[in-house]
């Protein structure tokens, strides 16, 4: 990787792990561990969207929660701008909180039910000093109408608003740390479809408008799709697929994504769809599988897999940890 591709990443993620321990006995000691993120490596350039998909479980929220320094990682880096997170002293740490931020799944649960629109937005930027309390006013009118929002209604409490406005509220509160990083964790899975679409239309908007850079998490790829520049498939806490989304989606190379793919529905009742049906359950992440973590599902699985563990190799700007590519 030269220095010049190096400046164009704004977050590098390598060989990130995150373990929790199974603990037992009067003791409390471990006897286990639950591999949520298991040495994953990948990056994210500077004004792009990378979409990260995967099964409910599969440690999507883990990675995102990780890299902003709400866990703290068992092993590996994370850095921001071609700094190590870990490194930061105090101050250097709050000015970094400042430029990584993160949309929640649930718009009514992440809201402060206590505090009107006004002081839920405002809080934060007033601590970091990105506005004076007599500017402080306006400074919120101003963020709320970016996102939608009527100024006459930042009086109101999180329950007199709908899910969409309350995740525009959510989508302000980001917007006002003047943000360079946002982590969206599924922002629209809980929102009707009619309101997703706007909502992921807002989040472009945005992006272009303040040069922001995304990583969407997400189980609904055909909202990865709309949004995403690149896309990421994640399975029992293993990077298998990264690729261009218009590469992913004409050509996946992991069978994992192909049978994502092939679930995808399709507005036409008449439609064939040649679905994969995966068998058996997800295994447990207490003890993944030897080899291949998806040989135990995988339709095209071969004895090498079930041996040896194939690594994430970049075939051309399509990296897949498959040996059915080689």
């Known amino acids: 990787m030269t220095e010049e591709t190096r400046e164009r990443h704004l977050v590098d993620v390598l060989h990130l792990k995150k373990y929790y321990p199974i603990k037992r006995g009067v003791l409390r000691r471990a006897v286990g561990y639950v591999k949520a993120v298991n040495d994953v490596t990948f990056h994210i350039e500077r004004g792009e969207t990378l979409g990260l998909v995967g099964e409910s479980g599969c440690g999507k929220t883990t990675i995102g929660r990780t890299i902003l320094r709400l866990l703290t990682p068992s092993a590996g880096t994370v850095k921001f701008d071609?700094?190590?997170?870990?490194?930061?002293?105090k101050n250097d740490n709050a000015a970094l909180r400042r430029k990584m931020q993160i949309i929640f799944q649930d718009p009514y649960g992440s809201l402060n039910p206590r505090m009107n629109v006004s002081d839920i937005i405002g809080e934060a930027p007033l601590y970091h000093k990105l506005a004076h309390r007599a500017e402080l006013?306006?400074?919120v009118i101003s963020v709320m109408e970016k996102v939608g929002l009527r100024p006459e209604s930042r009086a109101k409490y999180p329950h007199e608003f709908s899910g969409g406005q309350r995740q525009r509220i959510g989508i302000a509160r980001v917007l006002a740390m003047k943000p360079e990083f946002v982590v969206c964790d599924e922002p629209v899975s809980a929102l009707d479809v009619s309101i997703q679409s706007q909502v992921l239309n807002l989040l472009?908007?945005?992006r272009s408008e303040?040069?922001?850079t995304y990583l969407f998490i997400s189980h609904d790829l055909s909202v990865v799709k709309h949004i995403s520049d690149r896309v990421a498939v994640l399975y029992l806490?293993?990077?298998v697929e990264i690729a261009p989304k218009a590469d992913f989606f004409a050509k996946p190379m992991h069978p994992y994504s192909q049978a994502l793919i092939s679930a995808i529905p399709v507005p036409m009742p008449d439609a064939k769809q040649n679905r994969i049906i995966l068998e058996g359950d997800v295994p447990s992440p207490v003890n993944p599988p030897n080899g291949c973590i998806f040989s135990t599902r995988c339709p095209k699985v071969m004895d090498r897999c079930r041996a040896e563990e194939p690594h994430l190799t970049d075939r051309g700007g399509h990296q897949t940890a498959c040996f059915l590519c080689e």
């Open 82 to 89: 071609g700094t190590d997170v870990e490194t930061l002293q």
């Open 210 to 212: 303040f040069s922001l």
């Open 237 to 239: 806490g293993k990077m």
């Open 204 to 206: 472009a908007d945005l």
């Open 137 to 139: 006013d306006d400074y």
